[in-house]
């Protein structure tokens, strides 16, 4: 069968990014997506509105019966949703040993928060009360780091992880941190006509990449990205060809998104081989 992926990820019924981004990125790499779902989230491609998270024991059930079942070769995370979860999947990670793909998602890019401190129904009163600190997150996610293959965080992202107001800093912290590789992605930074990411191994540079900046917002670019990332890793590609390939990969999908209308975020057409 082909390699397979697990994917610990969101439910975006805009179907731009989560889940499904990360079903269609993996498929697009001709490796297979399971997925153990994290949160159903309400939103368009605007905006967050809200999100139930799912409790930390079906979170694990779901891993665990796909594990005993499907042979797995690498995990991918995205949106958590908990600081429950987070500590379950480290507990998972802890038991089996695979190569582990963290983008490490705090917030939208449409802006809406996606962590809270446990699980709860969606509304808007109750899920701005019990949101998790940064410093909650910090910590939680943290732990996960010695786990992780690669790590794909966003300036944004990067900055709160490590503290740190230097991208190439904060960076090398998170190989500190016992990351394995850092893929630093700067597209949320104010604009140059370029975006430039960079991937640190051990702290050291390793490989940039530069693309032309594409006009407009995406919706679920960084969710697509990893999980290409990860389809490769899992057909035994090196780190490195596997993020060449997959950038250069999302660069076509964002190209060809589609527009709906002029408030909204644009949908990567993921469907390009
Ligand atoms: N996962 C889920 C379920 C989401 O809803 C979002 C954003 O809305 C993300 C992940 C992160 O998306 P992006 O790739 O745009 O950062």
Redesign the pocket.
């Known amino acids: 069968m082909r390699p397979v992926v697990l994917c610990f990820?969101?439910?975006?019924p805009s179907g731009g990014?989560?889940l499904q981004?990360d079903i269609e990125a993996i498929a697009a790499t001709k490796s297979h997506a399971a997925i153990a779902c994290t949160?159903l989230?309400i939103?368009d491609s605007q905006k967050?509105y809200g999100f139930t998270a799912i409790p930390a024991v079906h979170l694990v059930q779901q891993a665990e019966t796909v594990l005993a079942d499907l042979p797995v070769k690498v995990f991918k995370s995205?949106?958590l949703g908990t600081l429950e979860n987070i500590a379950a999947l480290e507990k998972l990670l802890a038991t089996h040993a695979l190569p582990f793909v963290l983008d490490p998602?705090l917030v939208?890019?449409?802006g809406g928060s996606?962590m809270q401190q446990t699980h709860q129904q969606a509304s808007a009163s109750s899920v701005s009360e019990k949101m998790a600190t940064t410093n909650e997150v910090v910590a939680a996610f943290k732990k996960l780091l010695p786990y992780a293959s690669l790590v794909t965080p966003n300036s944004i992202e990067l900055r709160q992880l490590a503290g740190k107001e230097n991208l190439v800093e904060a960076a090398k912290q998170l190989c500190d941190w016992g990351a394995g590789a850092v893929l630093v992605k700067t597209a949320h930074e104010a604009s140059t006509h370029s975006i430039q990411n960079s991937l640190y191994v051990a702290g050291e540079k390793v490989y940039q990449s530069i693309t032309p900046r594409l006009a407009g917002e995406y919706?679920?670019?960084?969710?697509?990205l990893a999980s290409a990332i990860a389809g490769k890793l899992a057909h035994g590609m090196s780190l490195v060809a596997a993020c060449q390939q997959a950038e250069n990969w999302l660069h076509g999908c964002l190209k060809q998104a589609d527009v709906h209308h002029e408030g909204g975020q644009r949908i990567p057409n993921r469907g390009l081989m």
């Open positions: 990820s969101g439910l975006d990014a989560g981004a949160a989230t939103q967050v995205g949106m998602v939208a890019n449409s996606l919706h679920g670019s960084g969710c697509s």
